[in-house]
């Protein structure tokens, strides 16, 4: 190399990133921490490559959000980008993918939403389940469930890499292997425990399961492309579909129509499909590879993603990658990058490096502990109300969490004060149909308080038994009891659960003498009766099954994953007896969700992001920035969660923690309890692995 774009860059880089945009060899991982200049360096990397084969250079640059794409766009009408920039297609994989979608099928229909997937499975997907007699039988008796489920089950094997043109039992063996190696196979198990609850299988092993969901999948996708009927996730994997055969074809690109180089970002984020579909677009381009990302930021196994892609590209990518690391953090408080790179050196399965901050200022660390859970409530509002005070312009806080439960206070808190602040609807429980059913049953023993007589007083018991099970009444069963209660013409609630302590009729399908409404009645009373908030959401807590947390459920109703009752009843305890209070403000608090299209959206486009206060989980901070950043409840079972307990389990929750502190751009506040709920706490292990307070 002549030294042209060492000349050419030296002003704008440092030496890490020069030595990146330099580098002679054809495939490159560089591995780039948060606030290293990961953007600038790759587009000169581009401008570079371009300059070396004198303008022939044609690029695809991957990334993961729609809002790194926008930025990366944005970017190439810079000066010095500009010349590169009509051969450069920036991209994410699914608008890519969606190009070839629409080449194999002449009017594609995207079915986006939830309902329109499960539709689409009931209707269009007909054949597929219907072949299969367990999942025919299924769907006869779950109706609403299964169909949701299987439309879940049918994305998440195209994202964990099974192949419906092979479909084999060999191949869908040998990718539970993989899965297993890769640390996912629990996103299908999750599948399985809910296909047995349905009552699809009878018991949770592999071999059950492949028998009902290989020939479901592989009959689904051959009637998907059949019918021209797609999820999102279709569009990538009808483009893996497109490219392996034009591969297998033998096809080659002329020079002009090629791809000569493409550079991923956020590659740690990518899961088996996502994999397959670039080094199928590589094969066929005869591309290089460029894989860009920081494997310390990996935090979305949750969804597919597996970091083992970034640590050893080798060995699945099947190529041989030179390494190069970007070593200077500009965005970052100094402490912030010093504590946070001696936290995540206690991971073993990570690339070591070092990191130098550019930035002599130090954050200003602080930690609140308390007694209680309401102690760190109350020192956290006091910080929103001094910072939203100081009215600065552009300055942001942020409250992250690791659950979505640790928000629910906050947003009551500050929608009761009218602090301005947003929270995306994604994070919430107050959207569930378990939270709904939760409010009303408040809202019927705040009437009930009351003394009035409503009409709706048969309605509102119904719904009551309806949660003291764990699955609703069926509905003739449920017609039978209300007809029982409506016979008496109930002026009250009590004489409503009276009337129900007398029903003999059969419940569940059988008839015990009345023991089943007696102990409705009895379950009923403690809620009616109780004398506080607080004792109410620990009767709904302790004595009504449909509230209690349901691993199979969980994956259909987010409440149910984890149900916020520690939160609730100890933050509750503040109302006393006003039952219509606390209710009217978590009315209040569901009002002031944000609907937000995704993880992956520009939040910066959007009027109500704009606000000082944000409520976020940790795995929605990724990629943000924030004045203030107050991370809650920092204590063991929940930084790390309780049931993280393998190494490959607790090195992720290191990693989420990671990247929650180093969201802070000038404050970091920490919050610890000694008791939360009924149960003591100890401090988290990060705090002592980060030397944080």
């Known amino acids: 190399m002549d030294g042209t774009a060492a000349t050419r860059t030296d002003t704008a880089l440092d030496s890490t990133q020069l030595a990146f945009v330099n580098a002679t060899e054809r495939d490159i991982r560089l591995l780039a921490p948060a606030g290293s200049g990961k953007t600038l360096s790759l587009l000169h990397r581009c401008a570079e490559l371009h300059h070396r084969s004198n303008g022939s250079a044609s690029f695809l640059i991957v990334s993961f959000t729609r809002a790194a794409r926008d930025e990366l766009r944005a970017r190439l009408a810079e000066p010095a980008f500009v010349s590169f920039s009509s051969r450069a297609d920036v991209v994410t994989l699914n608008g890519w993918g969606h190009r070839r979608l629409r080449s194999l099928s002449s009017q594609p229909r995207l079915h986006i939403s939830e309902f329109e997937r499960a539709t689409m499975v009931k209707t269009v997907l007909a054949p597929a389940w219907s072949a299969v007699p367990a999942l025919e039988k299924g769907m006869k008796h779950q109706p609403f469930k299964l169909p949701r489920l299987l439309a879940r089950l049918l994305d998440m094997l195209k994202t964990l890499g099974f192949d419906h043109e092979d479909g084999s039992l060999r191949m869908a063996d040998d990718r539970l292997d993989v899965l297993e190696q890769l640390g996912l196979l629990s996103l299908l198990e999750e599948s399985m425990v809910r296909l047995e609850e349905l009552g699809v299988l009878s018991n949770r092993r592999w071999e059950p399961f492949l028998e009902v969901a290989l020939p479901f999948f592989n009959a689904a996708c051959v009637q998907q492309f059949a019918t021209g009927s797609f999820s999102l996730e279709d569009q990538k994997y009808g483009a893996w579909l497109d490219q392996r055969r034009q591969v297998a074809a033998g096809k080659v690109l002329p020079p002009e129509g090629r791809i000569t180089d493409i550079l991923v970002d956020e590659f740690q984020d990518i899961n088996p499909l996502d994999l397959a579909l670039i080094l199928k677009i590589a094969e066929l381009n005869q591309s290089s590879l460029t894989i860009v990302g920081d494997d310390d ?254 691993y199979g459920r969980g994956v259909e109703d987010i409440f149910l994953a984890d149900p916020p009752f520690a939160y609730l009843a100890e933050f509750s305890e503040t109302y006393g007896a006003d039952f219509q209070g606390f209710v009217e403000d978590l009315e209040k608090a569901k009002d002031t969700l944000v609907k937000l299209p995704g993880m992956d959206s520009d939040d910066s486009a959007s009027e109500e992001w704009k606000k000082p206060v944000h409520l976020l989980t940790a795995l929605r901070a990724k990629g943000r920035e924030f004045d203030t950043v107050a991370m809650l409840d920092v204590v063991d079972g929940i930084w790390p969660l309780r049931f993280a307990k393998t190494e490959r389990a607790l090195e992720g929750e290191r990693r989420l923690f990671y990247v929650a502190m180093t969201r802070a751009k000038k404050r970091l506040i920490l919050t610890a309890s000694r008791r939360i709920g009924d149960q003591t706490t100890m401090a988290s292990r990060f705090l002592a692995e980060a030397a944080l307070p």
């Open 297 to 550: 930021q990996a935090i979305f196994e949750w969804r597919g993603a597996a970091p083992d892609f970034i640590l050893e590209p080798e060995r699945h990518l099947g190529r041989t990658f030179a390494t190069y690391i970007l070593e200077k953090n500009y965005r970052s408080p100094r402490n912030i990058v010093q504590k946070s790179a001696r936290l995540i050196a206690h991971n073993d399965r990570r690339v070591a490096k070092t990191m130098h901050p550019v930035s002599a200022v130090d954050a200003d660390i602080s930690m609140y502990t308390g007694d209680t859970f309401l102690d760190s409530v109350e020192n956290v509002l006091a910080e929103i109300r001094a910072f939203v005070q100081q009215k600065s312009p552009g300055a942001r806080m942020a409250l992250l969490s690791r659950k979505r439960a640790q928000l629910i206070p906050y947003q009551i808190l500050l929608a009761r004060e009218d602090i301005p602040f947003c929270a995306a609807e994604d994070l919430h429980l107050f959207l569930s149909d378990t939270f709904d059913r939760l409010l009303g049953a408040l809202r019927t023993r705040t009437m009930a308080g009351l003394g009035i007589s409503v009409p709706t007083i048969v309605d509102d018991v119904m719904a009551l038994c309806n949660s003291v099970q764990r699955f609703p009444l069926r509905k003739v069963e449920e017609d039978a009891m209300a007809k029982h209660i409506r016979s008496i013409r109930p002026k009250s609630y009590d004489a409503a659960i009276d009337q129900l302590e007398c029903y003999s009729g059969p419940i569940r399908g059988q008839t015990d003498d009345g023991d089943t409404a007696a102990n409705f009645a009895i379950k009923l009373r403690k809620l009616i009766h109780a004398p506080t908030v607080r004792a109410a959401i620990e009767a709904l807590q302790n004595l009504y099954s449909g509230f209690k947390k349901d």
